[in-house]
């Protein structure tokens, strides 16, 4: 069965930090990876996807497949990062359902 | 280009009634999923339509339906409802097989009591 395992339900970092969210995932095949985020009172937007290879408001995820891991992270932290955020996966087949993580709720301090 | 609506925004209903909500997707999206977000979990999923025919589905009972009309605008439905239904119930619109991202509406909040 596939499942994302995001550890830490809460993160807060001081503005200008290093941020990390954690991000694990087990799957029988190769799956996409996703992080969605959530930002007060707006709905659910897709942050970034691994195929992508690119870095989005700063942040970057690199999938690790040895260690089944895709964490999400940005040099230095904004306070307008500050939201909910979830990985998903989804794998092949023509319905490519996601499936996501509990979320982190990441706030940055000023 | 207009995004995904989904009304009402929020329901209450007692446990055993039937409720309908209702999603529209993005202009040019083919491909509606609904989601169930319970409080302080992921979204799950429920099932996808496309071509007005269910297209994958979640670990959801029977009584959990839905339909897709021509206009690709989606309806999910729930029977004989549970106070563990009360949650946040998400429409995201995509295009079928593709790589493609899912755009998400605000969701309907239900309350079964």
């Known amino acids: 069965a596939q499942r994302v395992t995001q550890p830490e339900k809460l993160l807060s970092v001081f503005k200008g930090a290093p941020v990390e969210l954690k991000c694990n995932y087990s799957?029988?095949?190769?799956?996409?990876l996703f992080w969605y985020v959530q930002y007060s009172r707006q709905r659910l937007q897709l942050l970034l996807r691994?195929?992508s290879r690119e870095s989005i408001k700063g942040f970057t995820a690199d999938l690790n497949k040895g260690e089944t891991s895709f964490h999400l992270k940005k040099p230095f932290a904004q306070e307008e990062d500050s939201a909910m955020y979830y990985c998903a996966l989804t794998g092949p087949g023509s319905a490519r359902q996601l499936t996501f993580g509990s979320g982190t709720q990441l706030t940055v301090l000023p | 280009e207009t995004g995904v609506t989904q009304s009402p925004t929020h329901l209450i209903k007692t446990r055993g009634q039937q409720v309908t909500l209702r999603c529209s997707s993005q202009s040019g999206h083919n491909t509606v999923s609904w989601y169930q977000q319970a409080l302080g979990q992921g979204p799950q999923f429920i099932f996808q339509?496309?071509?007005?025919?269910?297209?994958g589905r979640g670990n959801f009972p029977p009584r959990f339906s839905g339909l897709q009309f021509p206009n690709y605008s989606s309806e999910l439905n729930v029977n004989a409802l549970e106070l563990d239904d009360s949650a946040l119930y998400l429409c995201?619109?995509?295009?079928?097989?593709?790589?493609?991202?899912?755009?998400f509406g605000q969701g309907t909040r239900l309350t079964v009591v």
């Open positions: 799957y029988s095949g190769s799956p996409e």
């Open positions: 995201a619109s995509s295009l079928v097989g593709a790589a493609t991202e899912a755009f």
């Open positions: 691994h195929i």
């Open positions: 339509y496309y071509r007005e025919e269910e297209n």
